[in-house]
């Protein structure tokens, strides 16, 4: 009697190297049995006796070295059994395997913890975990702030979540190429001032975006001051002012000139076209500026007041320097001439530290890394939260050590943002990053809640805003349409420890456990849990790519984005001069280090995975795979639409087209 044979199809992923020479064995384990180990491509087949009753549970996958061989790791990609009822199941891996190890993969149905009836497969899960929590720990990075990756340096990272060979070659020859020509022509140490704003147009000529090129046109016009305060770097400082701060003593003559004929301030603010920026943060800064190259940097802590004219213009009106009104602390206005432009600059250098640390690093990079780690500890790989949030953390892990070995140490590899070349340093970033961790919450991470509590809704022009509450839809529609195959009812919430335990972990060493956040500690129903899955996926895609994408074409342009400030924030009226202000400005060395930098950091690997890209299949199941599609065409009609208005704009807002988003913070 002949045995009915199951067919394997295991497949090498494509990756540089992935191949190998060592010999690859294959076993199938089920219900009440496995099979014999049987090597790839030879004769001998599975039989159905020798496998199980039943389908199968988990492959187990074995590496033999050839010659010796034992560093000659192969990367699988997946295994696809067939039954000899003709019925396919995957099985999932995406890891190296050295010849030193076995990997034990599971089929590819998502379950829930309560939902595993299998003892082998339940086995299987509770090893993963163990192994995870013990290849990723939590480590303090600093009292206060979100906890991180335990780990001397990425390569002491599993290899799946390193780069891949093509981005870091890429990542490296795109630092060689910022770097190299700025220490071999001596700009990247030249500790001199410039002496003109032609000779700061002669740096970076070939790297020059349209982007960058308007902004060097328009940065010193005060309606584009006020347009990239809602379109540009950061768009989330601006919001609606309906009293003005009792710090801030703007009266109705001083700005009279600028509101309609027989308005005033209180009913201009009253119909909502009054706005602040206010930089408070820095407070507890200003007067401990960084010293570079031996001289001391200053800052300051601005309040800037905005109106939005009958023109739907959005324009500054009033600017004051420290948060403590007084003699020595005018407030400057547009009829100020060179002081206006000085105080601007001012503005757009503590936008610089709000936009850096806060914004960026904090509210993207160290959030994602939180994200991440809960997700790796406490969600198996059959979890449907898992596999819907798996590929938006790709590399994640990796480009936040590189940025604390190499822009956030004291002594940077790559010497641009790190603490050697900004104004505000090592200890007062620390210092900003603590200050903001008091004000992130839960609803401001949250975008529709966000622009609702900054009084944002109404106000024209404002791309940002528009481009992201449909992005935020699109993936709220997608997030819930997967997750309510997973979860028809609260109770199957309730029940899942797994993702109660992966809330509390992101509650405990993403947000420090301040109850004050907002961030919840336990899911008790489905539409929290979508809710908060929504702003992860957000987070990571879309929210970093509208706060990184555009680094080098707002801030290429140094005098619009300036890292540094030499000299302290004026007293006084009426002494600013041209000289004065490239005296205030950074030295060259300290532009040109941070525009590589910016430049790096806004440079799209050609390895990388688009939102809504999902190369690595992890689900099997028909609901969550349509899901996946509508998921995609709503991507591409929002890509569409952007571009399509994008067609009448001077200067285009492409951050959030769905094309330029990835999955993931990777850069």
């Known amino acids: 009697m002949s045995h009915k044979i199951y067919s394997i199809m295991v497949t090498t992923g494509d990756r540089f190297c992935a191949g190998t020479c060592s010999s690859v064995y294959v076993k199938l384990v089920g219900t009440d049995g496995e099979s014999t180990r049987v090597k790839i491509n030879s004769d001998q087949g599975l039989s159905r006796d020798s496998v199980t009753k039943g389908s199968p549970e988990l492959v187990e996958l074995e590496a033999e070295s050839f010659l010796g061989i034992t560093d ?20 999932p891996c995406h890891c190296w395997l050295s010849s030193s190890e076995k990997e034990v993969v599971r089929e590819a149905t998502a379950k829930l913890i309560f939902q595993e009836t299998k003892t082998k497969s339940l086995a299987h899960r509770e090893m993963q975990l163990r192994r995870c929590q013990q290849e990723f720990r939590w ?7 979100p906890e991180m990756v335990e780990s001397d340096n990425a390569l002491a990272l599993p290899p799946e979540v390193r780069f891949s060979f093509t981005k870091e070659a890429e990542f490296n020859l795109t630092l060689g190429s910022a770097f190299i020509p700025l220490k071999l022509n001596g700009l990247a140490d030249n500790r001199d001032s410039w002496t003109n704003f032609h000779d700061l147009d002669q740096i970076f000529v070939d790297k020059k975006t349209k982007a960058y090129e308007y902004v060097q046109q328009h940065w010193l016009e005060d309606e584009f001051f006020g347009y990239q305060l809602l379109n540009g770097l950061n768009p989330m400082m601006i919001e609606r002012c309906q009293t003005l701060p009792t710090n801030f003593p703007v009266t109705d003559d001083l700005v009279r000139s600028y509101l309609p004929s027989g308005s005033c301030l209180k009913t201009e603010m009253e119909n909502g076209n009054v706005f602040l920026c206010d930089y408070k943060n ?10 570079i190259n031996g001289q001391q940097q200053y800052l300051a802590a601005p309040l800037c007041l905005l109106y939005r004219n009958p023109e739907e213009k959005l324009l500054p009106v009033a600017i004051q320097l420290q948060q403590e009104p007084g003699e020595g602390n005018p407030i400057f206005l547009p009829s100020d001439s060179c002081d206006w432009t000085l105080a601007k600059i001012f503005v757009r250098n503590a936008d610089f530290n709000e936009h850096e640390l806060n914004y960026h690093l904090l509210r993207t990079h160290l959030i994602a890394e939180v994200f991440a780690m809960a997700t790796v500890r406490h969600l198996p790989s059959a979890h449907p939260v898992f596999k819907l ?29 790190c603490p050697q070349y900004t104004g505000i340093g090592y200890s007062g970033s620390l210092t900003l990053l603590k200050n903001a961790m008091d004000l992130l919450t839960y609803t401001s991470l949250c975008l529709p809640e966000n622009i609702e509590a900054r009084g944002l809704k109404e106000i024209s022009t404002f791309y940002y805003r528009d481009d992201g509450l449909r992005l935020w839809d699109i993936i709220q529609t997608y997030v819930e349409g997967v997750l309510g195959f997973y979860y028809p009812s609260d109770d199957y919430v309730q029940r899942d420890s797994e993702v109660q335990l992966w809330i509390e ?14 961030i919840p500690q336990s899911f008790a129903s489905v539409k929290e849990l979508i809710k908060f899955i929504t702003m992860v996926i957000f987070t990571v895609s879309g929210q970093h790519a509208a706060i990184n994408n555009g680094q080098f074409d707002f801030g290429g342009w140094m005098p619009n984005f300036p890292s540094s400030l030499r000299q302290p924030a004026p007293t006084c009226k009426g002494e600013t001069t041209e000289s004065d202000i490239l005296k205030t400005l950074p030295d060259v060395g300290t532009t040109v280090n941070t525009l590589a930098a910016v430049y790096v950091l806004s440079k799209k690997s050609t390895d990388h995975y688009q939102l809504g890209h999902y190369p690595e299949q992890l689900f099997v199941e028909k609901e969550p795979l349509e899901r996946m599609e ?10 569409y639409d952007i571009k399509a208005r994008n067609v009448g704009l001077p200067l285009p807002y492409t951050y959030l087209d769905p094309e330029n988003i990835e999955n993931s913070v990777a850069i």
């Open 630 to 639: 509508d998921f995609k065409r709503r991507l591409q009609v929002l890509s």
């Open 389 to 417: 949030l798996s590929l938006h953390f790709r590399y994640t892990l990796q480009i936040n050590i590189m940025a604390r070995d190499q822009l956030m140490s004291l002594e940077g590899a790559i010497t641009c943002i």
């Open 282 to 291: 820095l407070r507890s800064l200003v007067g401990k500026g960084n010293v």
């Open 505 to 518: 972990d992101i509650f405990k060493k993403g947000f420090v456990e301040k109850q004050s956040s907002g």
């Open 72 to 91: 000659d790791e192969w990367f699988c990609s997946s295994v696809v059994v067939k039954t000899p009822e003709g019925d396919e199941f995957l099985f």
């Open 139 to 145: 480590e303090v990075y600093a009292p206060g702030l």
